[in-house]
């Protein structure tokens, strides 16, 4: 009889820790097999598909790890939004919760209160909300952007001619009555989002260097801080674009992109940043000019993690190479192309590289192609968006630019200078004239030739068709095995 009793409990014990195993069971599956291997992820996820997020519901959550609440995870992301402006910008919005930046280049307005978004065809309006315990200062500034709203191109390059072709205005238009019933009222809202929006427009796609230098370090810059709690509004979308960038906008943000070219509710946040910062100069993002932090070496991190890569330096990679170093050799297709791609190639694996040669199929693959870089020890290219991979590269690596006639400038600036910031090395093949298609178009006296800066002075339009579009190089053999020697001297195997 005393067996049978001291049985009871330990079966009572055994069915206590199933139970108990059970559940963990699920959270400890998240753990282990989720590609993000966090827990808070596992439970976010649960927790955003109760509220109906991701469904077709009439108010939906963004799935926040407060559950929709406005505690402190949200005070606290509305307080990074005060970090993307300073000095009296800054006063400005925490005396009326809004405020902007302008420059010639970009404008960046930030709502640090609940806003309407609406979309009327392409034209998106962004609606201030109202209270009622505004300050005279907010409600002054609210009765003029009733009156007159802001128009703001989300676009770095807001005054350029040729981008502003491709990005729609965005209204800022202050709602002081919800009830009005006069038009200036968005309605009430479709979707509730618990996280602030970034709007942005995509503007001039297609071209690496422009899709980096303007988009994707300008949205590094200005929302890494908020560590992935915000959502993207995009206009002026481009789905190419979005898949070719899908991993970077995955690491920036936890939630979908909004399409406004698609998207016609009304969605609501607690806040907004319409614009993106800019460092107006080529590939870099640097500490000291913005409110917000940003360097060279962090955005490289961040590209490590987003795509994967294996690798930050060199050595790194040849040592998982086991043999030859790797050498990727930019093939272009049209203008600036190697005429004597193949006897380059025989060249360098003489002397010891395994030679990749990247064609534009294999480029345009950014997933795929961002890892043939981060695992080669030189780089090899003319001028051109293709080398704007570089920022793929393990530090020790090598680049070397082929800088074609009357190009010197451009190749500098562009590609040669932003290395200095990566740990890469740097080289530059400078063409003579005998090494240009030009040379045989308009002969050795012609001052395309003899002088490409009176060509430059005529402007671009000018010169690029000349420089740009209509030049062939054709490679001393000679000088391009110094050049690679000079390379492996400098990785120093």
Known sequence: MGTKIAAEPRKVLLTVATSIFLLLLPLIYAMVFSPYNSPLNFWKEVSNRSNGGGGGGDVVSSGSINNGGHGEEDSSLMSLLG????????????????????????????????????????????YLSSSSSINQSQNLQQLQLQETPLMVRPYVKKNDDHARKYVNQIK??????????????????????????????????????????????????????????????????????????????????????????????????????????????????????????????????????????????????HQDQKQKPVLVLLSRRHSRSFVNLGEMVRVATVLGFRVIVASPELTTNLNEFSGVVNSCSVLVGAHGAGLTNEVFLPEGAVMVQVVPLGLQWASTNYYGNPLKDMGVHYLEYQISPEESTLYDMYGPDHPVITNPDSIHRQGYKISRPIYVDSQQVRLNLTKFEDTLVQALRLLDH
């Not at 609940?114 to 998106?124: C, E, F, N, R, T």
Request: charged residues 25%; hydrophobic residues 40%.
């Open 83 to 126: 970090r993307l402006l300073k000095g009296k910008d800054r006063k400005e919005l925490e005396t009326t919760g809004f405020a902007c930046k302008s420059d010639p280049l970009t404008d960046v307005c930030i709502a640090k209160q609940p806003v309407w978004m609406k979309i009327d065809g392409v034209a998106l309006t962004v």
């Open 172 to 317: 800022i238009q202050a709602l002081m009555d919800q009830s009005n019933t006069n038009g200036t009222t968005p309605g009430s809202c479709d979707v509730s989002h618990d996280v602030p929006a970034v709007v942005f427009s995509l503007g001039l796609t297609g071209n690496i260097f422009h899709e980096l230098n303007e988009i994707v370090i300008p949205l590094f810059l200005t929302t890494h801080h908020f560590r992935s709690q915000i959502r993207f509004v995009v206009t002026d979308f481009n789905t190419l674009w979005a898949r070719k960038y899908a991993k970077i906008l995955s690491h920036l943000s936890d939630f979908e992109i909004i399409n406004t070219s698609q998207d016609k509710r009304v969605h609501c946040f607690p806040g907004a940043v319409v614009g993106l910062h800019y460092h107006n100069d080529n590939l870099v993002c640097r500490k000291s000019e913005l409110p917000v932090k940003c360097s060279i070496p962090e955005f490289r991190q961040f590209l490590r993690e987003a795509f994967n890569l294996k690798f930050k330096n060199e050595a790194e990679a």
